[in-house]
């Protein structure tokens, strides 16, 4: 009896996050609409639309002629205030929040240092519980925290480099019981960003790799609309692939990895070296402008990318990658090139977009804010 009773609320919620799904994606839809779209009885639509605009998910917008009919009926709309996201990004030493309604509008930032000594479970609820509610804009509907960190599939930070203190200390378990009746994801950063691209960049393809080349190298793949994880979270560590064995010592313990030719910290030494003056994120490209040497290198580290990023696609033949974070830098210049080098590296018939990211910083908390959307109503 419990099963079906079980079963007969879970199809309730299925139907109910399709209703809300079709009036979100069509504004001013009616019920005769959904009725078309979805082959759910009248009174059971009447009654999903019901609950959500119990909840304020939901409000009646307006009235529209049925086109044939000439029958009047109600238009339904998301009520954009009516619930909102937090995402919050964790750095080593910074707590990033932003808040976004139900359309993925912003409403709130801020940016704290935080206590790093302390367990990041306990100061990272602190600052979500003095700084996540917000008036006027329904209930908190879930939280999403990017960390720099790998996670697995129970929740747990298993390593990362840059937090400070995160062994047996389970930031899931402790956002879930401050934070009953929100959804909670915590992700690695970089399959937000990965989300973003696909939801909200400039690719149709469901299937995509992200680059991020900044302090590190990180990659993060979505496969058919899935971010792509791996057993235990620690898919696509895209800077520890090697492109030489007989090189430079890595920090992860193997030789030649990605990260010791093509991460900023790297490129940013050997330009300094070359131009014999201290070269940093902001003055690098007009020291590659200026200084032929220097611009053989960053031939020779966009030829490494290439490679490495060739070993990728030849794993995952993604529809496009996108490159972001602070090598983009370099301009376009520097994509055009990795794109001819690419190509003449592919195998044949290989077709794949490599493109820049167009959605700057805010990549992390957008994608975070739609997974947790469709965690809920998808
Ligand atoms: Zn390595």
Known sequence: ?????????LIKENHLKLVFSLIHEVDGISRADIKKLTKLSATTISALVEELMAKGLVVESGIKSAERSGRKAISLSVNSSGGYFAVVSVSGYHFRLRLFDLFFEEIFSKKVRYDNSKLLSETLTEFLAENVSVKGYGELLGIAVGLPAIIDDNHNIVSSTVLSVYENDNVYDSLCKSFKGSEVVISNSSAFVAYAEMEFGDTDSESLISVDISDGVGASAIVGGAPFLGNAGMACEFGHVSVDMNGKKCRCGSR????TIVSIPAILEKATEICKTEIDIDSLAEAVAKNDELTKYIDYVCEVLAFGLNNLINMFDPGAVIICGDILALGERFISKLRTKLKNISLPGRDVSVMASTLGDNAEYKGGAKYI??????
């Open 256 to 259: 030649g990895c990605l990260e």
């Open 1 to 9: 009896m419990t099963q079906i009773v079980n079963s007969q609320q």
């Open 373 to 378: 959307f469709d965690c809920l109503f998808r």
